[in-house]
T-cell receptor, first 112, second 115 residues
Framework: EAGVVQSPRYKIIEKKQPVAFWCNPI?????LYWYRQNLGQGPELLIR????????DSQLPKDRFSAERLKGVDSTLKIQPAELGDSAVYLC??????????FGSGTQLSVL | AQSVSQHNHHVILSEAASLELGCNYS??????LFWYVQYPGQHLQLLLK??????LVKGIKGFEAEFIKSKFSFNLRKPSVQWSDTAEYFC?????????????FGKGTKLSVKP
């Protein structure tokens, strides 16, 4: 069974540039999460989807961050414009009918 | 709001030593509790979980955790660590009501096991 796939694995951009991350969850998993993990910290929830609906985006900085999950499968997370403080690992996770979250390898973003 | 506290930022042990990593959470309602592990270069994966029933739960690779409701704690233990246990360990809480589905993580504890 394929796991959660994220791309790119690494991204280096200059501040004020836009950036996008892509996530392909495990087939059949209706719930999809985006987390941000700063260095030395635990993952912090940005947004949670149930199918194509964003059911909790209270922690998403909406002035510069956006996300979408068209057709309730793949998801993209975008930052525009990026700031120095956005440097982090962006994690995608999915969950099927059980309680276990399956995480992708993450996208490590460096904003210069 | 829910929060999770992990007491130790970095723990260094020799092989065969016993391990206990502390985790406390703040939430007054019913919770589901988890420990996730991230081995070097790998993604986060579930180590063990507690939903209800026996407060002592056993996970993979000889790990166990005990839920003590009165202390709002869910400490992770292993009687004898191995070099391969070197990883970062995250405690996480998910409420059974309210923002159901949101998993809140602690800051993590990095475990280094010396061979």
């Amino acid at each position: 069974e394929a796991g959660v796939v994220q791309s790119p694995r690494y991204k280096i951009i200059e501040k004020k540039q836009p950036v996008a991350f892509w996530c392909n969850p495990i087939s059949g998993h209706n719930t999809l999460y985006w987390y941000r993990q700063n260095l030395g910290q635990g993952p912090e929830l940005l947004i949670r989807y149930e199918n194509e609906e964003a059911v909790d985006d209270s922690q998403l900085p909406k002035d510069r961050f956006s996300a979408e999950r068209l057709k309730g499968v793949d998801s993209t997370l975008k930052i525009q414009p990026a700031e120095l403080g956005d440097s982090a690992v962006y994690l995608c996770a999915s969950r099927g009918g059980g309680e276990k979250l399956f995480f992708g390898s993450g996208t490590q973003l460096s904003v210069l | 709001a829910q929060s999770v506290s992990q007491h130790n930022h970095h723990v260094i042990l020799s092989e065969a030593a016993s391990l206990e990593l502390g985790c406390n959470y703040s939430y007054g309602g019913t919770v589901n509790l988890f420990w996730y592990v991230q081995y070097p270069g790998q993604h986060l994966q579930l180590l063990l979980k507690y939903f209800s029933g026996d407060p002592l739960v056993k996970g993979i690779k000889g790990f166990e955790a005990e839920f003590i409701k009165s202390k709002f704690s869910f400490n992770l233990r292993k009687p004898s660590v191995q070099w391969s246990d070197t990883a970062e360990y995250f405690c996480a809480v998910r409420s059974s009501g309210g923002s159901q589905g949101n998993l809140i993580f602690g800051k993590g504890t990095k475990l280094s096991v010396k061979p």
